[in-house]
């Protein structure tokens, strides 16, 4: 059983960082692919970042690229989203997500998924 839960939100300015968390309480976290999406008002969910079962393969979107670091630590269940150089066009709410076995960047083909964190960035 999978159960996700984010943190790390908040409201930060411009060029700032944030790091957000996701932990998993079940007992088969290694043997997912973990995400990250985000979701802005008025727009589709789209994809953040992933990483694979071992962490060895992560993967970006463009938007993000260079500014955003995702990372697991299975020992303890966890990943983490490094954000950095945030500006206004991040504002959403992020996402934690698991899959067996996908990892791309439709939201659809992922299975499990956290309640979402608020991440704000003022101009």
């Known amino acids: 059983q999978v159960q996700l839960v984010e943190s790390g939100g908040g409201l930060v300015q411009s060029g700032g960082s944030l790091r957000l968390s996701c932990a998993d309480s079940g007992r088969t976290f290694r043997s997912y692919n973990m995400g990250w999406f985000r979701q802005a008002p008025g727009k589709e969910r789209e994809f953040v970042a992933s990483?694979?079962?071992?962490?060895?393969?992560?993967y970006y979107a463009d938007s993000v690229k260079g500014r955003f670091l995702i990372a697991r630590d299975n020992a303890k269940n966890t990943i983490h989203l490094q954000m950095n150089s945030l500006n206004p066009e991040d504002t959403a709410v992020y996402y934690c997500t698991a899959d067996f076995l996908h990892i791309g960047v439709r939201a659809n083909e992922w299975d499990h998924w956290g309640q979402g964190t608020q991440v704000t960035v003022s101009s």
């Open positions: 990483i694979s079962r071992s962490g060895g393969n992560t």
